[in-house]
């Protein structure tokens, strides 16, 4: 997929990698890798002063920031940021910038409190798999801003993935997982989000399940007056899941709730909420 080939895993955001699955790593390795990026250093402060985190006393050093907030959700705000900076490669109008923060990051934090309602491990890497799961439109947008703009020029009774299909012959989803496999993430992360659209897949495993449900919940967050619930959402995934209706309406309450502190320490001159 040509339009994948300009986008590499920054410098930064692969030695932290390297030091988080390093079991000798300390903190104060770490906290030195992160400080060489101001912007990087900035969120991770903000984000362990929080009310995410509610720690008791000011965390005013990286290492602190780094032991607070722990190595998975360290990571994914690396991810975060690297999402957030490959965007500063754009000269065009070809897709809404808010509109891809917001569906971003509802359709992580859906993704994780779903995880949490389900009693699942790990659950900061569903926040992560709904994070990144339309990496891929940024791509198409940096290659391609006139397709970006016709895959974003949906009909009202459209799906986005189906008009994706139709332009550029494949969906963000799979050059969203092509990128992630390039830069050897796991395919923990780049299998689910790949396949973010495989219903049958997705009534046999769990984690394509909550990403699938993920997506489409936000969707309906963000284009509230353009898609019906019984369009997104399907009962037989539910009931594959075992998760009620009521459980999905605390997702979005959730996601709706938290969505400001991580939108303002993402992306605060971008996106504010009135």
Known sequence: MAVTDSFALPDACTRIKE????????????????????????????????????????????????????????????????????YKHFENNAIDLERFWQQSVFAGLVAKQLAEELGLRDQERFFLLGLLHNFGELAVASRSPALAAQCEAFGE???????????????????????????????????????????PLALTQTDVAIVYLSVRIAQLIVYKDRFRYAQMIHEPLLNSLKITEAEVEEAIRYARVEAYNILVIMNPELFLIP
Request: with cysteine.
């Open 19 to 86: 030091l988080l699955e390093d079991g000798n790593s300390s903190a104060e390795d770490i906290a030195n890798v992160v400080s060489l990026d101001p912007s990087l250093s900035v969120k991770l402060l903000k984000l362990a002063n929080s009310a995410l985190y509610s720690f008791p006393s000011e965390v005013s050093t990286i290492s602190r920031a780094v032991n607070v907030i722990g190595a998975k959700a360290l990571y994914n705000l690396v991810m975060t940021e690297t999402a957030r900076t490959a």
């Open 157 to 199: 009774t459209q799906l986005p993935w189906d008009q994706q299909k139709r332009v550029l012959g494949f969906t963000y989803a799979e050059c969203s997982g092509e990128i992630l496999m390039l830069w050897n993430l796991p395919s923990s992360l780049f299998t689910p989000i790949s396949n973010q659209h495989n219903l």
